[in-house]
């Protein structure tokens, strides 16, 4: 793993945020040997994606309610080509900042006609596309009067177990990101990825915002040795 | 020119609503004559169960994925893989990889779980080799009544080896 890498994600001992502190471990990470890195091939059905599966708004009979979006963008590897083929999925609150799960307790309404969850796969280009409505924020107890900022949950599978990634997007200009210790869990530098860049091009007309993601991931084969390997 | 690297964030408390469907626990089918079932227990560092964590793991045959119930009970029903190619004259056991999300963690953890039928493979593994007898003890699996069973302790004394991927 390269030093970029290495910056780019957060620690996961990081006190600021409340849940970590009985859950990241407090050994040091084993670094495996370079040659080992691993190229495993899951295979994904794709017969079960449906055409629709990446419309978040028509899930149900009506419409969420909501400022109605589209996230497009790109999943690329370090090098810049695309990774085809990934299973991308996403999950969010709906416009009152609720998640549609038994464990939210949050005091703002559901939305029947929203789930909250998309899913797709990147075309050769490595492109992505999802319609939805865009989440709203809502508080939680990490510390006084929390608020975590807007966000969609994105997950991303591809055919490589080094590119494996969860992560989250957010939204240009959210003055809760001051105050979000999993926002600011990443290092400073590296925290303008997560947030989505809102295009002209990408809105629609008397119809969405849009908004634009890039995701990169690991290599595939990228690992110090291999880099050695080639001098 | 090299692209900068998306971060990582937690999976969150809630991430059933959107990992839940697409890949599930049968890397084997009912129906396969090897089919073997792993399960386990997530614990913290209160040597609490962890119910809300997600186990993938991922082998050559495909990939299995089951979040926690509300004991930390996790369960993927696979194959055991073949030996693996080291790219030297290393053996490398058989094992699968196993990334661990949940909430309060930011990124995943990745870790191994080797079989315990694979004595000699495992002491030739170039993994394995590098641990110490308590460490490697906390990838190796145990038998438990006709399959296996693997525990992902997050801290404490008993924590399980992860590695910076």
């Known amino acids: 793993m390269s030093d970029s890498t290495r910056s780019a994600h957060p620690p996961n001992d990081y006190p600021a945020y ?9 050994q040091p990470l084993h670094v495996l040997p370079g040659r080992l890195a691993e190229l495993t091939s899951p295979l994904l059905a794709g017969e079960t994606i449906g055409p629709l599966d990446h419309d978040l708004t028509r899930q149900h009979d009506g419409e969420p309610l909501g400022e109605r979006i589209t996230i497009t963008g790109r999943v690329l590897d ?6 085809a083929g990934a299973l991308i999925e996403v999950w969010q609150a709906n416009a009152a900042g609720r998640y549609a799960h038994r464990g939210d307790q949050h005091p703002a309404p559901l939305d029947p006609n929203f789930s909250g969850a998309g899913r797709c796969l990147t075309d050769a280009a490595g492109g992505y ?6 989440p ?12 975590r900022p807007a966000h969609v949950h994105f997950s991303v599978f591809s055919a490589a177990f080094a590119q494996r990634l969860v992560t989250q997007m957010y939204f240009p200009g959210d003055p809760l990101f001051g105050q979000d210790p999993i926002f600011n869990s990443v290092p400073e530098h590296a925290r303008k990825r997560l947030v989505a860049r809102w295009s002209l091009e990408l809105t629609e007309p008397e119809w969405s915002l849009g908004y634009a993601w890039d995701i990169v991931v690991a290599g595939r084969a990228a690992t110090p040795l291999d880099d050695d390997a080639g001098a | 020119m090299r692209l900068p690297l998306t971060p ?3 999976v969150g408390p809630f991430f059933r609503i959107g990992l839940s469907t697409t890949i599930g626990p049968h890397v084997a089918g009912d129906g396969t004559a090897e089919a073997l079932r792993i399960s386990g227990q997530v614990f913290d560092g209160a040597g609490e169960p962890v119910p809300d964590a997600l186990i993938e793991t991922w082998q ?3 990939a299995g994925r089951c979040a926690t119930d509300d004991e930390g009970h996790f369960a993927i029903v696979t194959v055991k893989p073949a030996p693996g190619e080291a790219g030297d004259a290393s053996t490398l056991a058989p094992h699968l990889d196993v990334s661990v999300f949940a909430r309060g963690l930011l990124t995943r953890l990745v870790t191994r779980m080797y079989f315990p039928d694979e004595v000699a493979a495992n002491d030739a593994d ?23 069973r693997f525990d992902i302790h997050l801290q404490g004394a008993r924590e399980t080896v992860f590695f910076d991927r």
């Not at chain 1, 370090?78 to 990774?83: A, K, L, N, R």
């Not at chain 1, 709203?136 to 608020?147: E, I, L, Q, T, V």
């Open chain 2, 126 to 148: 170039p993994v394995l080799r590098t641990l110490s007898p308590e460490e490697r003890a906390t990838l190796v699996a145990a038998g438990d009544d006709g399959g296996l």
């Open chain 2, 8 to 10: 990582s964030q937690t």
């Open chain 1, 136 to 147: 709203g924020a809502y508080p939680w107890r990490n510390h006084p009067n929390a608020w």
């Open chain 1, 78 to 83: 370090e090098d810049g080509d695309p990774v």
């Open chain 1, 18 to 26: 409340g849940s970590s502190r009985l859950r990241a471990p407090k």
């Open chain 2, 60 to 62: 050559p045959e495909g």
């Open chain 1, 129 to 134: 596309r999802f319609i939805t409505i865009k």
